[in-house]
Nanobody
Framework: QVQLVESGGGSVQAGGSLRLSCAAS????????MGWFRQAPGKEREGIAM????????MYADSVKGRFSASRENAKNTLFLQMDLLKPEDSAIYYC???????????????????????WGQGTQVTVSS
């Protein structure tokens, strides 16, 4: 049974930092594309970071590029999201996502829009005050 458990959310002032973690279990973590999404009230869920399987490099949404850094530690089945220079508009529930099928992440658009092809964590709230 796939389980994804996020932690590290909280409240911070603008310009501050938070580090999210996602502990994964129930599947062979290193074989799966992983990533982070967020959803603010009244808005659609949006992809913010996609972490490749083999290279462990990541691709980012324009809104967080240069401020957020995603990484994975396959030996510990854990995904991370380092968030710096936080802005009030970053306030949202942040979700860890794992593709249901092993292998390549594919391109960004396909990854971001294939919500039904993913397993999800329960989410962690991030609130940034001005």
């Amino acid at each position: 049974q796939v389980q994804l458990v996020e932690s590290g959310g909280g409240s911070v002032q603008a310009g501050g930092s938070l580090r999210l973690s996602c502990a994964a279990s129930g599947f062979h973590f290193s074989d799966y594309c992983m990533g982070w999404f967020r959803q603010a009230p009244g808005k659609e869920r949006e992809g913010i970071a996609m972490v490749y399987v083999l290279s462990r490099t990541a691709m980012y949404a324009d809104s967080v590029k240069g401020r957020f850094s995603a990484s994975r530690e396959n030996a510990k089945n854990t995904l991370f999201l380092q968030m710096d220079l936080l802005k009030p508009e970053d306030s949202a529930i942040y979700y860890c996502a794992a593709n249901k099928a092993p292998g390549s992440c594919g391109n960004w658009d396909r990854w971001e829009n294939s919500l039904n092809d993913k397993n999800w964590g329960q989410g962690t709230q991030v609130t940034v005050s001005s």
